[in-house]
């Protein structure tokens, strides 16, 4: 068994793959973090949007490197550590699981702190990307056309 196991699926995720990834005898304790879509995002100004379902794009052979990666070095960081990273793609609606990440180690302190670290590093550093549907059309999360960030003072809905 490997000390670092990761994949992007299609198909629904499964909590007990990721803790059988991670699971042996030396392990005293295994955290898991899942992800799910929820039925809103907060704006800006705090309002609440409601969302009706997600779609996540990436580019596999390069999120799976570097999810990879991340994890090997967390393994290198956190010594007795095994960990797991599986992250869907395609569509989900509300409530569906997008990514499940787990953690072992002899003790609970290293589990629960590199269960963290993993969720956190994959959301920073992965190229996956979060399209959000709802009732007022769909957008892509977190990702501004750089051709309107350089021109801040130009009318872009097509107009003059």
Avoid: N
């Avoid at 793959?17 to 705090?46: C, K, L, Q, T, Y």
């Avoid at 989900?92 to 072992?104: F, H, K, P, T, W």
């Amino acid at each position: 068994m490997t000390a670092a196991f990761v994949a992007l699926r299609t198909e629904p995720l499964s909590v007990d793959e990721a803790i059988a990834r991670v699971g042996h005898a030396g392990a005293g304790a295994v955290s898991v973090f899942v992800g799910m879509v929820r039925d809103h995002r907060r704006e800006p100004d705090g309002s609440l949007q409601p969302v009706v379902g997600l779609e996540y794009e990436a580019y596999t052979t390069m999120a799976e490197a570097e999810m990879r990666r991340i994890a090997e070095d967390i393994v290198r960081e956190i010594p007795g550590v095994r960990l797991a990273a599986i992250h869907r793609t395609g569509w989900l609606s509300v409530g569906g699981v997008a990514v499940v990440c787990a953690a072992s180690a002899p003790h609970r302190a290293e589990a629960f702190g590199a269960c963290r670290e993993l969720i956190d590093r994959i959301k920073a550093r992965v190229p996956i990307w979060k399209r959000e549907h709802g009732p007022g059309g769909a957008f892509w999360v977190g990702w501004e056309d750089a051709r309107c960030a350089a021109y801040p003072d130009h009318d872009h809905t097509g107009g003059s």
